[in-house]
């Protein structure tokens, strides 16, 4: 069976499967594999075997692509989440965050959350300078779920990953996505 690791937690590894992704294995790893791969990663995709509950890795897919940071593999989309105001967003790490995406050839987009906390007729907005640059940019709520189809249209049929700052949101906005969740 083909599944995509969804979780490694110190040599546990949890498989969601491929045809029926509400199913989730934890897995251990065959020692060959072990042998001739350096690392499994989250968003490997992988080859597996049930042996009663638990599962058997037996081997990686190849890759399409790789993140560094965070260390995930096989990413479609990068949502690089920053918000509005609390925290303030700093250039800085959204330039580094965006330099991480292009060395990995990542598409991206950039999600400032908490757009409910921008005061009206503020032309310094960072995401209106961020517009200007030629980046995909939506701005967000989760309060009052704006930004939420457009961000549900630009994840749909791929797999993405949220990157950002402690306290922007990035929880809320997976919570507002898909509510099932509970985060």
Known sequence: ?????????????????????AV???????????????????GDLVEYILNDTKGLITGVLPRNSILKRPFIANVDLLILV????????????????????????????????????????????IANKYISYGYQVISTSTITKSGELALQKAIEGKTAVLAGPSGVGKSAILNMLAPQYRL
């Open 82 to 125: 920053f918000a509005h105001h609390h925290p303030e967003p700093n250039d800085l790490l959204i330039n580094r965050f965006i330099v991480l995406a292009a060395a990995a050839e990542i598409p991206f987009l950039i999600v400032f959350n908490k757009s409910d906390l921008v005061l009206k007729g503020n032309d310094l907005d």
């Open 1 to 21: 069976m083909i599944g995509r690791v969804i979780r490694a937690i110190t040599g546990h590894y949890y498989v969601e499967d491929q045809d029926d992704p």
């Open 24 to 42: 989730i294995i934890e897995c251990a790893v065959r020692g060959k594999v072990k042998k001739y791969n350096k690392e499994i990663l989250v």
